[in-house]
């Protein structure tokens, strides 16, 4: 039949081409042979490697190592798709090729010069991290979703007036490259923070005119928005956040309704969208971290001591932390290999990283490790793909 493609090649009569009775459209030639379903070709599909499926195509994609993906990333738009997608973390996933990087943001000891830089890959030497855009901030929020390290909201200083900011940066892991997200709807800081069922959620802080915060809302990647939620029972500021079993918990911090620091645990159900309380929560927390599905927290009134939650049966336990150095040192805390390490909030010269291991048999918990900030660690995130 004149007229009809075969594949993705036409075969057209020479005498129709010629003749007044040609279709002049697509559609009129569909009404003229009502039965015929023409194909269009995709013209803007490309195969990500030539002559092989996507999914195998992906999955030698998926095996590269994880540094070579910026430069992967420059080679072609179905490459660069494909390395900042969430598809790649699951494929590298079922090949067994996830690799983990700790990401530290630095300072001098004044808490300036502030760069990001990855710690345990490849040499063990501090990798730079592109500079972030947007002014220098403090107060702000980090949380790690999908791979990606974003940094929220904060404040910043512009001719000694502390400015508030909505501001949503983030930092794509495996292109090497930061962008800017939708704004959040409420600029604070010193909020909590925390991703749940990959979405991001932000509860409480301080606002414009130094008050304390009880709005909270939430952030779909999805569609790159923020919705309002229904806000915590009371305001609180300086607190944090942190995820368990799909439920959002905060704590710390205090609140204008408490004389001091708050012991109350706000916890957020998605699923009902409603908020209930604990009242065994932990105060003046200066680092917390999550692993093996508890929450670790080291409290300002006892840097010498472990606080450990478990949220099966909240419950709360203590781990003395060995003596090494100065009595007064602080702690920031990192996560790597299933490890907790401990880097020293002061500038003490030849303090070593601690490191404790939840897993090792009792009494061999406590080593000390090689992996060190270039600066003083000011906080940190673990980003695995």
Same mark, same amino acid.
């Given at each position: 039949? *004149?007229?009809?493609?075969? &594949?993705?090649?036409?075969?057209?009569?020479?005498? %129709?081409?010629?003749?007044?009775?040609?279709?002049?459209?697509?559609?009129?030639?569909?009404?003229?042979?009502?039965?015929?379903?023409?194909?269009?070709?995709?013209? +803007?599909?490309?195969?990500?490697?030539?002559?092989? *499926?996507?999914?195998?195509?992906?999955?030698?994609?998926?095996?590269? /190592?994880?540094? =070579?993906? /910026?430069?992967?990333?420059?080679?072609?738009?179905?490459?660069?798709?494909?390395?900042?997608?969430?598809?790649?973390?699951?494929?590298?996933?079922?090949?067994?090729?996830?690799?983990?990087?700790?990401?530290?943001?630095?300072?001098?000891?004044? &808490?300036? &010069?502030?760069?990001?830089?990855?710690?345990?890959?490849?040499?063990?030497? /501090?990798?730079?991290?592109?500079?972030?855009?947007?002014?220098?901030?403090?107060?702000?929020?980090?949380?790690?979703?999908? !791979?990606?390290?974003?940094?929220?909201?904060? #404040?910043?200083?512009?001719?000694?007036?502390?400015?508030?900011?909505?501001?949503? #940066?983030?930092?794509?892991?495996?292109?090497?490259?930061?962008?800017?997200?939708?704004? %959040?709807?409420?600029?604070?800081?010193? +909020?909590?923070?925390?991703?749940?069922?990959?979405?991001?959620?932000?509860?409480?802080?301080?606002?414009?005119?130094?008050?304390?915060?009880? @709005?909270?809302?939430?952030?779909?990647?999805?569609?790159?928005?923020?919705?309002?939620?229904? @806000?915590?029972?009371?305001?609180?500021?300086?607190?944090?956040?942190?995820?368990?079993? !799909?439920?959002?918990?905060? %704590?710390?911090?205090? @609140?204008?309704?408490?004389? &001091?620091?708050?012991? +109350?645990?706000?916890? #957020?159900?998605?699923?009902?969208?409603?908020?209930?309380?604990?009242?065994?929560?932990?105060?003046?927390?200066?680092?917390?971290?999550?692993?093996?599905?508890?929450?670790?927290?080291?409290?300002?009134? =006892?840097?010498?001591?472990?606080?450990?939650?478990?949220?099966?049966?909240?419950?709360?336990?203590?781990? /003395?932390?060995?003596?090494?150095?100065?009595?007064?040192?602080?702690?920031?805390?990192?996560?790597?290999?299933?490890?907790?390490?401990?880097?020293?909030?002061?500038?003490?010269?030849?303090?070593?990283?601690?490191?404790?291991?939840?897993?090792?048999?009792?009494?061999?918990?406590?080593?000390?490790?090689?992996?060190?900030?270039?600066?003083?660690?000011?906080?940190?995130?673990?980003?695995?793909?």
């Amino acid at each position: 039949m *004149p007229g009809l493609m075969t &594949g993705n090649n036409w075969f057209i009569d020479s005498e %129709m081409c010629f003749s007044d009775s040609v279709p002049k459209t697509l559609s009129d030639h569909q009404k003229l042979n009502p039965q015929v379903t023409l194909q269009v070709p995709d013209e +803007f599909y490309s195969p990500i490697l030539p002559g092989l *499926p996507d999914d195998v195509a992906k999955q030698c994609l998926a095996l590269v /190592p994880r540094s =070579n993906f /910026p430069a992967m990333g420059a080679v072609c738009k179905p490459w660069r798709s494909f390395i900042q997608s969430k598809e790649l973390i699951s494929v590298r996933k079922l090949c067994g090729k996830l690799e983990e990087w700790l990401y530290v943001l630095t300072g001098d000891a004044n &808490g300036k &010069g502030r760069h990001w830089e990855i710690l345990g890959c490849l040499d063990h030497e /501090p990798h730079l991290l592109p500079a972030m855009p947007g002014p220098e901030k403090a107060g702000f929020g980090v949380v790690v979703l999908d !791979g990606k390290l974003l940094v929220l909201a904060g #404040y910043f200083v512009l001719e000694e007036t502390a400015c508030l900011s909505a501001d949503v #940066y983030q930092y794509d892991s495996c292109l090497n490259k930061w962008s800017t997200l939708a704004n %959040m709807n409420v600029a604070r800081y010193d +909020f909590a923070c925390a991703e749940v069922n990959s979405m991001i959620y932000v509860v409480g802080g301080c606002g414009s005119n130094g008050e304390s915060l009880s @709005s909270a809302e939430v952030y779909d990647p999805e569609k790159n928005e923020w919705t309002l939620i229904e @806000s915590i029972r009371r305001p609180r500021w300086g607190c944090f956040a942190c995820g368990f079993e !799909g439920k959002l918990y905060v %704590m710390g911090g205090r @609140s204008s309704f408490t004389i &001091g620091n708050s012991r +109350f645990v706000d916890v #957020y159900d998605p699923e009902s969208h409603t908020w209930c309380e604990m009242k065994n929560g932990c105060v003046m927390v200066t680092a917390h971290a999550v692993l093996q599905k508890k929450l670790f927290c080291m409290e300002w009134k =006892n840097q010498r001591k472990l606080t450990i939650f478990d949220p099966e049966d909240k419950s709360w336990k203590m781990v /003395p932390v060995p003596l090494t150095g100065s009595s007064s040192i602080g702690f920031r805390f990192g996560i790597l290999n299933e490890k907790l390490l401990l880097f020293s909030s002061g500038n003490e010269p030849g303090y070593q990283t601690m490191l404790y291991d939840p897993k090792a048999s009792l009494g061999s918990e406590w080593k000390t490790s090689d992996i060190k900030p270039s600066g003083l660690c000011l906080c940190s995130v673990t980003i695995t793909a």
